[in-house]
């Protein structure tokens, strides 16, 4: 095997990926496609291209190699499948393409992210001066003058009592949460933990695009090289490095030896969409299953993708709005309440 490397990134990853896949398009060998890639690739990176290419030349597989890369799971799972339909080009690129999207995906949040909670951080020390110093003062001042407080000081000091409970709440949530993990969570079948994964509000919509989008297009790839069901989903259980779509295919092919039809066999997923069974039926009634997968995983990455940014286009104008009332109400209570005072001498 490969000697110990230093991790590529995911876009390192993608680039590789894709030029193989290009180059595969054009005739190449996967041995050939590597070795060509060092030319594209940084040169920091060429050691381990050398490597993996002298490790095909002996007879490894390109699959063993990416394991040696430590690669993200996902593209050694598209190279896993490749290797049993032989359809590397479309595969490479296909992969090459999730993985881009997920990093593109991640540089969106900490974009929408990092300067919301970067204003948040400096307001939530500012309130801290007013409550603390200020507010205080003003108070004793109004006291001794009989003088109301306005709307806006109510308002800071109310969200300056109530930031630290919200706080102390959200961090005896999150020990909860990972009391639950790490007492019983990971302790269940992997199968029973995607489930649910996939009945939580919100992120379990995701989970079961995502992961409906990953198993049809692998099992289209594998129909589609002239594989049947039952061998596409011995595939599936062979996969050990992947211990869910192994789970899945020993799962499926035990519901299949009972008789039961193959739509479904795939219904106890949670984890998978719903609409994925009547794809099913239908692609078996129109002799066209792997087209019908093909076409359903592109359906839920296009859906998977259009839901993620519309639903990033509402967070930052959420935390904005947040941020500038906390900070407009700050403003006007130590106005009003200067103002207050001078009309009260």
């Given at each position: 095997?490969?000697?110990k490397?230093?991790?590529?990134?995911?876009d390192e990853?993608?680039?590789?990926l894709?030029?193989i896949?290009?180059?595969?398009e054009?005739?190449?060998?996967?041995?050939?496609?590597?070795?060509?890639?060092?030319?594209?690739?940084?040169i920091?990176?060429?050691?381990?291209?050398?490597?993996?290419?002298?490790?095909?030349?002996?007879?490894e597989?390109?699959f063993?190699?990416l394991?040696?890369?430590?690669?993200?799971?996902?593209?050694?799972?598209f190279?896993?499948?490749?290797?049993?339909h032989?359809?590397?080009?479309?595969?490479?690129?296909d992969?090459s393409?999730?993985?881009?999207?997920?990093?593109?995906?991640?540089r969106?949040?900490k974009?929408i992210?990092?300067?919301p909670?970067?204003?948040?951080?400096f307001?939530?020390?500012?309130l801290?001066?007013?409550?603390?110093?200020?507010?205080?003062?003003?108070?004793?001042?109004?006291?001794?003058?009989?003088?109301?407080?306005?709307?806006?000081?109510y308002?800071?000091?109310i969200f300056?009592?109530?930031?630290?409970s919200?706080?102390?709440?959200?961090?005896?949530v999150?020990?909860?949460?990972?009391?639950y993990?790490?007492?019983?969570?990971?302790?269940l079948p992997?199968?029973?933990?995607?489930?649910?994964l996939a009945?939580?509000?919100?992120?379990?919509?995701?989970?079961?695009?995502?992961?409906?989008?990953i198993?049809?297009?692998?099992?289209?790839?594998?129909?589609?090289?002239?594989?049947?069901i039952?061998?596409?989903?011995?595939?599936?259980?062979?996969?050990?490095?992947?211990?869910?779509?192994?789970e899945?295919?020993?799962?499926?092919?035990?519901?299949?030896?009972?008789?039961i039809?193959?739509?479904?066999?795939?219904?106890?997923?949670?984890?998978?969409e719903?609409?994925l069974?009547?794809?099913?039926?239908?692609?078996?009634?129109?002799?066209?299953?792997?087209?019908?997968?093909?076409?359903?995983?592109?359906h839920?990455?296009?859906?998977?993708?259009?839901k993620?940014?519309?639903?990033?286009?509402?967070?930052?104008?959420?935390?904005f709005s947040?941020?500038g009332?906390?900070i407009?109400?700050i403003?006007l209570?130590?106005?009003?309440?200067m103002?207050q005072?001078?009309?009260?001498?």
């Amino acid at each position: 095997m490969m000697r110990k490397v230093k991790n590529w990134t995911i876009d390192e990853q993608a680039q590789f990926l894709k030029c193989i896949g290009e180059l595969l398009e054009r005739g190449y060998s996967v041995a050939e496609a590597v070795e060509s890639s060092s030319y594209y690739m940084p040169i920091y990176r060429l050691d381990d291209i050398k490597a993996c290419y002298s490790s095909l030349k002996g007879g490894e597989t390109f699959f063993d190699n990416l394991l040696g890369l430590k690669f993200d799971q996902q593209v050694i799972s598209f190279v896993y499948f490749a290797e049993k339909h032989g359809g590397f080009a479309t595969a490479f690129q296909d992969a090459s393409k999730m993985i881009q999207n997920k990093q593109d995906t991640i540089r969106k949040m900490k974009k929408i992210f990092a300067y919301p909670l970067f204003l948040l951080f400096f307001t939530l020390i500012l309130l801290f001066f007013v409550q603390s110093m200020l507010i205080p003062r003003f108070n004793t001042i109004f006291s001794t003058m009989d003088i109301d407080k306005n709307i806006f000081m109510y308002f800071v000091q109310i969200f300056g009592y109530l930031f630290p409970s919200l706080l102390f709440l959200l961090i005896v949530v999150i020990g909860f949460l990972s009391f639950y993990y790490y007492r019983s969570f990971r302790k269940l079948p992997l199968l029973e933990q995607m489930n649910i994964l996939a009945n939580i509000p919100i992120i379990g919509k995701y989970v079961t695009q995502y992961y409906s989008y990953i198993l049809t297009l692998q099992l289209s790839y594998l129909l589609s090289s002239g594989f049947s069901i039952y061998e596409s989903l011995l595939f599936f259980q062979e996969n050990k490095q992947q211990r869910l779509y192994a789970e899945i295919g020993v799962q499926v092919i035990s519901q299949l030896k009972k008789g039961i039809r193959l739509e479904n066999a795939f219904s106890s997923f949670d984890f998978l969409e719903k609409e994925l069974m009547r794809i099913i039926q239908h692609g078996q009634e129109n002799g066209k299953l792997d087209q019908e997968l093909y076409y359903f995983g592109i359906h839920c990455l296009n859906q998977m993708e259009e839901k993620l940014n519309k639903t990033l286009k509402l967070i930052q104008p959420f935390m904005f709005s947040i941020i500038g009332v906390l900070i407009i109400s700050i403003y006007l209570s130590v106005l009003l309440l200067m103002f207050q005072l001078l009309n009260g001498l």
